[in-house]
């Protein structure tokens, strides 16, 4: 009778798959929501500033129009201006617009570069990375420059 009351030891599986009920959601089961900047989250849309690999050309092209918006609106204003050109609040608004515009122009350039220099890096490229690195740091420097005029200014 003692034998009947003993359940039989069974060996533990050696293996276990733990397969989620839901293989459509990748954050089902989980209890925090995967890293922001991952495929997951932005789907079919394009990082303006990817975390790894090579940075997209979109950079340069903000950069470049924000640069130039900043810069051709201030020449703009300043040669044709003129029922506004005597008054203080015209000045502050032109060398803000100037100085702050250029100064995000620049900084996104010096991300730009700082990302290509990182991607030239992991590729076995040490002479470009580091001409991307010098042009970052070059870049980074005329932003606080511009900020600098701007504050320096008001």
């Not at 925090?32 to 495929?39: D, E, I, K, R, V």
């Not at 050109?85 to 991300?111: H, K, M, P, S, Y």
């Not at 076995?124 to 010098?134: A, E, L, N, R």
Request: net charge neutral; proline share 5%; with cysteine.
């Amino acid at each position: 009778m003692d034998e009947e009351a003993r359940p039989e030891k069974k060996r533990p599986p050696k293996s276990v798959v733990i397969q989620s009920a839901n293989l459509e959601d990748p954050n089902h089961g989980k209890k925090f929501l995967g890293f922001p900047g991952s495929q997951e989250h932005y789907g079919g849309n394009q990082v303006f500033i990817p975390v790894e690999g090579k940075p997209t050309n979109i950079l340069i092209l903000i950069s470049s129009i924000i640069i130039f918006v900043s810069t051709g609106g201030v020449l703009y204003f300043f040669f044709e201006g003129t029922m506004y050109r005597n008054t203080n609040q015209f000045e502050d608004l032109l060398c803000c617009i100037f100085c702050n515009g250029n100064a995000i122009g620049l900084a996104l350039l010096g991300v730009f570069n700082t990302q290509y220099g990182k991607w030239q890096s992991d590729r076995g490229s040490k002479f470009s990375s580091v001409t991307s690195y010098f042009v970052a740091a070059f870049f980074f420097i005329l932003t606080v420059v511009s900020f600098g005029f701007w504050i320096s200014f008001q």
